[in-house]
């Protein structure tokens, strides 16, 4: 049996930015959206269309809630969470992903999602119980939002939950049975076209239930090289994240490299994170930082790396950093690494 709980979430947490932007590209897909149309799905968030489809990019998790926010004003139909969430294929999820389909059985990729869910979804977390003759476990959504978004939610998990499941076991879960806490929606849902098995509504709690003897069935495209691969790489990835717990210093740092060197304000990130710049100032102060120190760190390094490109000069470099006047850009790099461009790139590249 598979619970998912929705409780409150810790007053005032920031949560790290550590979504993809791959399933945020699979709503507009499903959306039907052309290149033009996307900012409409992007509104009130720090992206941009060139940043959605930057591999590099990764959201906080509420920018990801106000995506699914954007979506259900874009589109009528009940059904978009899981039309959603049955395109969420094993590849979607990442190194995840390929961990789980390499799995030995059902079991071993519930036990993948447990341990590795963060990295895909920074407010999501998992907790397994066997109870009897099934598998219980307990999803925990640290994020507060309405009831018409987590139905969303609800929903595209469970599809993408049983899109992967029946990858693995070759066959659909004909045995799982799935509670929604949601009211019925009524006769226009068919759950019977997204889901397996038996759906009930207005649950007190969102329950998909599976034997055990499911989870134990072999997956007979497991792969003990992959297998072993892809977990070297969630566990890289978890490493990461745990180094900076819930940082707003990451999460900054996130909004810097999505907009145009140097230009993002104090101001406007403040208002991204719908905080004032005095909180933004006390919370940054808290964890050791501040802003001008964050947007120094990233100039500094992007000016070195691409002062170690021969092919760009000191003033094309001062240019991309979007220094109008090189020589500030000398003076700011002297301030940090001790020494001019030149002598840096002298230094560097013998």
């Not at 959201?59 to 139909?77: V, Y």
């Not at 395109?87 to 990442?94: D, K, N, S, V």
């Not at 000016?303 to 003033?315: E, G, I, Q, T």
């Amino acid at each position: 049996m598979l619970t998912l709980i929705t409780p409150t979430p810790p007053d005032g947490s920031i949560t790290c930015a550590s979504i993809p932007t791959t399933y945020t590209r699979v709503i507009a897909q499903e959306l039907g959206m052309h290149a033009r149309e996307l900012p409409r799905l992007l509104l009130a968030t720090t992206l941009t269309v060139e940043t959605l489809l930057d591999e590099h990019t990764r959201l906080s998790g509420e920018e990801q809630i106000q995506i699914l926010e954007n979506a259900l004003q874009l589109s009528p139909d009940p059904g978009l969470g899981l039309r959603v969430g049955r395109r969420l294929t094993p590849a979607a999820h990442g190194p995840m992903g390929y961990l789980a389909s390499s799995s030995p059985n059902l079991l071993a990729a519930l036990q993948a999602f447990q341990t590795f869910v963060p990295t895909r979804l920074s407010f999501a977390r998992l907790e397994l119980h066997p109870v009897d003759t099934d598998m219980v476990v307990e999803c925990h959504f640290d994020q507060e939002m309405r009831p018409e978004v987590s139905r969303f939610l609800a929903e595209t998990c469970a599809a993408a939950f049983f899109a992967c499941a029946e990858f693995i076991i070759g066959r659909p879960v004909d045995e799982a049975e799935t509670h929604f806490t949601h009211p019925d929606p009524g006769p226009d849902m068919d759950y019977r076209h997204y889901l397996p098995g038996r759906v009930l509504c207005a649950s007190e709690q969102m329950v998909l239930r599976i034997p055990m003897t499911v989870c134990e069935i072999p997956n007979v495209l497991a792969n003990h090289e992959s297998y072993a691969l892809a977990q070297t790489q969630c566990e890289r990835l978890l490493a990461e994240l745990r180094a900076h717990p819930h940082s707003l210093r990451r999460k900054i740092e996130t909004m810097m490299l999505s907009y145009p060197s140097g230009s993002l304000t104090e101001e406007a990130a403040a208002a991204a994170l719908f905080i004032s710049k005095r909180t933004l100032a006390r919370r940054l102060k808290s964890e050791g930082t501040g802003f001008r120190e964050i947007r120094d760190d990233i100039l500094a390094r992007q000016a070195k790396n691409h002062l170690l490109d021969n092919r760009l000069s000191v003033d094309a470099t001062a240019a991309l950093l979007n220094y109008h006047d090189s020589a500030n850009f000398r003076r700011a790099f002297k301030r940090w690494f001790g020494v001019s461009p030149d002598q840096y790139r002298l230094g560097h590249l013998r």
